[in-house]
């Protein structure tokens, strides 16, 4: 049986969270660990997650969807952040030399995800906050624990 990495995140520091705290759902381990690390950082004056919501025409269908970011945070200086949680390899071009359907597939999906990301940084720069991808590079950075 297949485990999975989803499922309800059960808010501990309340105050710090900005939105629901009874609706926080993690999609991955990674977001788990980032979800523990933003209530334990006393430089987070607060934070959610899949509260901030941003319209993106996507090059893929020409249609307008919604971006719903991993995270929202806010310093206790006052600088803002919205982060997409990415595996390092999904933040890059899919290589291949043969057009298989797998190729195919990972192409429609970066070209999605930089349609999301172009709307995410334009969201964030007239609002005066800092769009970052955060791949298991970055959460090591920062000390956060990556869990395989």
Same mark, same amino acid.
């Given at each position: 049986?297949?485990?999975?990495?989803?499922?309800?995140?059960?808010? =501990? $520091?309340?105050?710090?969270?900005?939105?629901?705290?009874?609706? #926080? *759902?993690?999609?991955? %381990?990674? /977001?788990?660990?980032?979800?523990?690390?933003?209530? =334990? $950082?006393?430089?987070?004056?607060?934070?959610?997650?899949?509260? #901030? *919501?941003?319209?993106? %025409?996507? /090059?893929?269908?020409?249609?307008?969807?919604?971006?719903?970011?991993?995270?929202?945070?806010?310093?206790?200086?006052?600088?803002?952040?919205?982060?997409?949680?990415?595996?390092?390899?999904?933040?890059?071009?899919?290589?291949?030399?043969?057009?298989?359907?797998?190729?195919?597939?990972?192409?429609?999906?970066?070209?999605?995800?930089?349609?999301?990301?172009?709307?995410?940084?334009?969201?964030?720069?007239?609002?005066?906050?800092?769009?970052?991808?955060?791949?298991?590079?970055?959460?090591?950075?920062?000390?956060?624990?990556?869990?395989?």
């Amino acid at each position: 049986m297949r485990k999975t990495y989803k499922g309800k995140y059960k808010v =501990k $520091n309340i105050t710090k969270y900005k939105g629901d705290p009874t609706k #926080v *759902v993690y999609r991955s %381990l990674w /977001e788990r660990q980032v979800f523990r690390w933003l209530e =334990k $950082n006393r430089s987070i004056a607060q934070w959610s997650s899949e509260e #901030v *919501v941003i319209p993106y %025409l996507c /090059e893929t269908d020409r249609k307008v969807h919604r971006y719903f970011m991993d995270i929202f945070f806010e310093t206790v200086d006052g600088k803002r952040y919205i982060i997409e949680i990415k595996p390092k390899v999904q933040t890059e071009p899919p290589k291949s030399k043969k057009k298989t359907k797998r190729f195919l597939t990972e192409s429609i999906t970066y070209t999605k995800n930089i349609s999301k990301w172009k709307a995410a940084k334009k969201y964030a720069d007239e609002r005066n906050m800092k769009f970052e991808i955060w791949t298991e590079d970055t959460l090591k950075a920062l000390g956060i624990k990556v869990l395989a």
